[in-house]
């Protein structure tokens, strides 16, 4: 049986195909890196500014958070004692509560407020460009200018807020110099400078067809109605992104309390606020470390927020065709 066997030819069996088909993978093709060099060499500053300044920064520090590591000296690998001491830093806490108290507020009145000047300055009224750069203007005025003028504005003894209150009979605060009125001054401040997200929700409405308000009109449905179920829902894309911006900009907030308490958070640490006690720590008091765990807890919060409302945003976010 063996001797009647035929030999067959394994390159003329697959030349005919018969005997066992062979199958081969197509090769993959080498990216032809020649075509992106000059588009590669023009992007290579920025490129190099990443790596050198932001990537190489931000890995170092989740390993300078483990570590005692300082500017002065380089320290040692601690494990999570830096975690373990801010638990028990009653500074750190009166800081979140600041921070947190200021997103609070902060936050939802910078939409309501947006919203309602946006929709004042979409109406059809004459010399309509004047107002709207009139409320856009304190968006550029730096922050340091703005805490300056706040300071005269809001001064007890003779600023300009307590004298008109006298005038009408009301007795005026402290503002900065008391407890009590202290965050409440620096939301009114920050609320002074909403001109940026009231362009944004001015280019929103622009975008809502005019044919909805239209067909409300003609059955009937008045101003309210009309706001409340048309414009505000098909505006909520825009105020899903002021929402998560402003959440990011409040729990960074530095600027203003540094400037108006000369980075000392007074009255009694009420305007000490996250950013400036990781500032303080880290180019104060030279503790890298503790100040690098600090950064990471804040960047936990900034995203556990922002992803929740990414989550919830598909229950009350409405677009437009969808």
Known sequence: MEGNAQKVDPIKSFETGQGSQLHYAPKKKLPNWGKYKHGLLFASPWIIGLVIFYAIPLFSSIYFSFTSYSILQPGEF??????????????????????????????????IFGVALAMMLNMKVKGMAVYRTIFF?????PHVALAVLWMWLLNPGFGL?????????IEGPAWLGSVTWSKPSLII???????????????????????????????????FQKTLHITLPLLTPVIFFNLVMGIIGAFQQFTLPYTLTQGQGTPANSLTFYVMYLYDNGFKFFKMGYASAMAW??????????????ITSKRWVHYQGK
């Open 78 to 111: 601690i494990g999570l004692q830096n975690y373990k001491d801010l638990l028990h830093d009653t500074l750190f806490w009166k800081s979140v509560y600041n921070t947190v108290y200021f997103a609070v507020y902060f936050v939802p009145l910078s939409i």
């Open 137 to 141: 203007l304190p968006t550029l005025v």
């Open 161 to 169: 807020v307590n004298g008109f209150l006298n005038t009408i009979g």
């Open 189 to 223: 401040m920050s609320l002074w400078g909403i001109g940026q997200a009231v362009i944004i929700y001015l280019a929103g409405l622009s975008d809502i067809p005019e044919d909805y308000y239209d067909a409300a009109e003609v059955d009937g449905a008045n101003w």
């Open 297 to 310: 807890i804040l960047f936990v919060i900034i995203m556990g927020l922002t992803a929740f409302v990414f």
